[in-house]
């Protein structure tokens, strides 16, 4: 029978554990009066505050506490080289945590700031080679390098949030969401295992945040990388759960997120089907409806087999896609020119619409917007055709229960299409909005086709105007300086029914006194636009060739054509034709080789050396100033101009403000003033804000142009102002009409005699019920009026013209 030994006693280790635990106390202790000593070189140094003192000491103690706690409890309890850097790590991480804690009370120093966190990102790699050629590496050593690295990543990201947004905070809480999800979920707390990719996202999350808390970027810039830098972090995190799910999830908990994701997938394709493509139709009982073409896709994945079905579900997926593009448009359109998208010719809208964007914010921010543009489409696409597979073969799986809910949803749909059961009006229960949808961009797509065709015969008809003698045109305006403005989104909702209208009003009854009082006579009506919210050219266009412009289309075939313009007559008779467009910063070859025009001004020639205010390059007022300086000195030819007016584009801020007409000089009068006004950041956080700052925009151009009026004193002026179309959505909102304001400010009552005929209201403030005429009419009124012989029309040319414009009110419900 064999001897039972008893255990051995390991005399040995007992001593060494007693031997280290002095060690261990050390650091404790060292740490606390290290911590201290930080703080003072950093109070002697950069200032610190009470708040940054007591946080920094917690912090540094609490760490070092912590560090040597979990020493104690270890297999190996002393501290190991490796520790010690990690130890200095912390305390440097304390006064960073000071500094950041005294930053919501008082400025700090950035350079301290950025200098401590520097350190501790560059020690966080001596620590791991340190352990590593010691021989000293453990689990726990890195496990509390880790939680320095998190909590370092905490505390930057608090302290950029106070600039970027609370946004940034999401960054550092993720390790601690983290965390607490384990508590919740037992899966996930099992132990991750090492990743190289880990290591380099959480070191990028600690630069990119120490580059933007220096400032040494632009703010632009450092939201770009911070906003990439959570995006690695969001995928790093998301491969951790994929791995510990598939490692660790139990079957009852497998099955959970296999109903939830096929929920998903059905909430995504019932949203898609029945979402509206108008941003104001969306509400709740827009998706309280029963969208045919998921039943039919769920018909048809029951009957067929495995790959039919799946090249059915693919084909379906990238066509509910681009269904949903199409609404992403169609809802982008309608906010900006209050129209559907066009699937032939707004393409070639993207280019101006770019260049828009790109004077607004800049270069830089326009390429990062347009990348995550595709970005996102390309997951909208991914999305969508992964969620119609999944519901197909969800559905091919359980087909009997798929079978009883298809019969039972199309009971209800056929009875509520039956009923016409609505739950708000224009959201039926039995849906086939997408359908309809999909119907109405082929159909517009087969209109676009044939329109060409319908506007080259209009471009090619005769035109009695074009064959009138250059002896007999605008024979009532010989002497005169005819200058036609366009004020940039200058609408009837800027005069009419809305909040800032009064303000606007306001101005327009004092101008138009102050005019009254200088021997100015004013007359108002409105014009139709044919475009809204932007794409200003259409009605530029419009209005000087006499044709319906509504679409680029319609525009490049008119430069393309030999249209008579109101400039083309001009010149005929003998005026000096000038064009001026601020907003121009290459040569705009149509007012050469279309409009035909003597001059061209833009940004580059007209000597401006002030600042720019947002997509205005230059202020109203020195536009203005400097036309004058360049085409209506003392001893000029008569003048015809156009004059295009931007500073009240959006984004409507900064605003310029007026100078004294004779302090313009070459615009660096002006070089303080976008400082003083609020920025488009502060605009845009309120919907009420813009309202109030397009009305101020409108109010300082119109007060802006009348004032030059008197300043110029020209007798032989007759200047036409207009608004080339409503503003933007957000100020206009949904469904306001297409009519802008028209005046006309001159000092001859035989001009105002001519005009009679058109019945326009005194003032520079047309009444609800001043006269309305499309404004494709403008041309033939305006010739016809001045002109001394009027030339004989096709009744039935102009029938049809009358025919389409009416047509084409009708269907925008104008």
């Known amino acids: 029978m064999p001897v039972i030994q008893p255990p051995e006693v390991r005399h040995t280790d007992k001593l060494a554990d007693k031997l280290a635990l002095p060690g261990i106390w050390l650091a404790a202790l060292l740490g606390t009066l290290a911590t201290a000593a930080l703080l003072g070189v950093v109070s002697a140094t950069a200032g610190l505050g009470a708040v940054g003192w007591i946080t920094g000491l917690v912090t540094g103690s609490a760490a070092a506490a912590l560090l040597v706690t979990a020493r104690r409890r270890s297999d190996q309890p002393v501290i190991l080289p490796a520790d010690w850097v990690t130890l200095t790590r912390v305390l440097l991480i304390a006064g960073v945590t000071g500094l950041v804690a005294d930053s919501f009370s008082r400025p700090v120093s950035i350079t301290a700031l950025v200098t401590l966190s520097a350190v501790a990102l560059a020690l966080d790699a001596v620590d791991g080679q340190v352990a590593r050629r010691t021989g000293t590496d453990t689990p726990l050593g890195a496990r509390i390098d880790g939680e320095a690295d998190a909590f370092l990543i905490l505390v930057l990201s608090i302290a950029v949030s106070q600039d970027y947004g609370r946004w940034v905070l999401v960054i550092g809480a993720a390790r601690y969401a983290f965390l607490l999800a384990g508590w919740l979920i037992p899966w996930l707390r099992a132990p991750l ?138 809802m982008a359109l309608y906010e900006e020119v ?83 059961l609505q739950v708000t009006p224009g959201f039926s229960v039995a849906s086939d909005s997408a359908t309809g949808l999909a119907v109405e961009q082929v159909r517009a797509y087969q209109s676009a086709l044939a329109d060409p065709r319908v506007f080259e015969q209009e471009t090619r008809a005769p035109d009695p ?124 070859k149509p007012g050469t080789s279309f409009y035909h025009y003597d001059q061209l001004f833009d940004r580059l020639d007209v000597g401006y050396k002030g600042p720019t205010f947002s997509y205005s390059a230059m202020p109203d007022q020195y536009t203005l100033a ?33 100078v004294p007409w004779n302090k313009v000089g070459n615009g660096s009068i002006f070089d303080s003033q976008p400082a003083k ?69 001159t000092r001859a009552p035989s001009v105002l005699k001519q005009m009679s005929s058109w019945h326009w209201q005194n003032g520079l403030l047309p009444a609800p019920s001043a006269p309305l005429e499309p404004m494709d ?18 009744a039935s040319a102009q029938g049809s013209a009358a025919t389409q414009v009416a047509a084409v009110s009708g269907t925008s419900g104008r």
């Open 193 to 330: 295992p090492p990743r190289f990719w880990r290591k380099v996202v959480a070191a990028v999350q600690g630069i990119v945040l120490t580059v933007a808390a220096s400032g040494v970027t632009s703010r632009r810039v450092g939201m770009i990388a911070v906003g990439v830098a959570l995006l690695l972090l969001a995928e790093s995190f998301g491969r951790d759960v994929i791995g510990l799910y598939r490692a660790g999830a139990s079957v009852r908990v497998r099955r959970t997120v296999r109903i939830t994701i096929t929920g998903l997938a059905l909430v995504l394709l019932w949203f898609d089907l029945l979402a509206p493509d108008r941003i104001w139709q969306y509400s709740l009982a827009a998706f309280v409806g029963i969208p045919v073409e998921l039943l039919v896709l769920v018909a048809v994945a029951v009957v067929l087999p495995p790959w039919p079905r799946r090249i059915v579900a693919t084909i379906a997926g990238i066509l509910f896609s681009v269904l949903t593009f199409d609404k992403i448009l169609n």
């Open 338 to 420: 209050d129209r559907s998208f066009n699937p032939l010719d707004d393409w070639s809208s993207i280019r101006p619409a770019a260049a828009v964007v790109r004077d607004s914010i800049g270069t830089t921010l326009t390429n990062v917007v347009f990348v995550a543009i595709w970005a996102g489409i390309v997951v909208l696409v991914v999305a969508i055709t992964a969620a119609t597979i999944h519901v197909t073969a969800v559905a091919a799986r359980h087909r009997r229960g798929a079978v009883r809910s298809l019969v039972a949803l199309t009971a209800i749909w056929g009875l509520s299409a039956g009923l016409a």
């Open 465 to 588: 105007e074009s064959t009138v003698p250059a002896s007999d045109l605008l024979t009532g305006l010989r002497g005169k300086d005819v200058i036609i403005v366009f004020v940039e989104s200058y609408g009837q909702v800027a005069v009419q029914g809305s909040s800032f209208s009064p303000g606007v009003d306001s101005v327009l009854r004092q101008q138009n006194g102050m005019l009254t009082s200088a021997g100015w006579s004013t007359q108002s009506a409105w014009l139709t636009s044919p475009t809204f919210g932007g794409i200003s050219w259409l009605a530029h266009s419009t209005l000087q060739s006499g044709l319906w412009v509504d679409s680029n289309q319609r525009y490049n075939e008119l430069l393309d054509s030999q249209r008579f313009t109101l400039s083309d007559a001009f010149r005929k008779a003998g005026w000096h034709t000038v064009a001026d467009d601020p907003s121009d910063n290459t040569t705009w």
């Open 626 to 658: 400097e036309f004058q300086r360049l085409e209506l000195a003392p001893g000029h030819k008569p003048v015809e101009g156009e004059i295009d007016l931007t500073s009240s584009h959006i984004p409507w801020a900064p605003l310029p403000a007026m």
């Open 677 to 745: 006004s609020e920025s488009e950041a502060q605009v845009w956080r309120s919907n009420n804000t813009v309202k109030q700052f397009y009305g101020q925009s409108i109010q300082y151009t119109m007060t802006a142009l009348t004032s030059w009026v008197t300043e110029l004193n020209d007798p032989n002026l007759v200047l036409i102002l207009m608004g080339d179309h409503q503003p933007h959505t957000a100020v206009s909102g949904p469904g306001a009409t297409h009519n802008v304001p028209i005046s006309i400010i």
């Open 777 to 794: 009419a403008f041309r033939n009124q305006f010739l016809n009026t001045f002109n001394s012989k009027t030339p004989v029309r096709d």
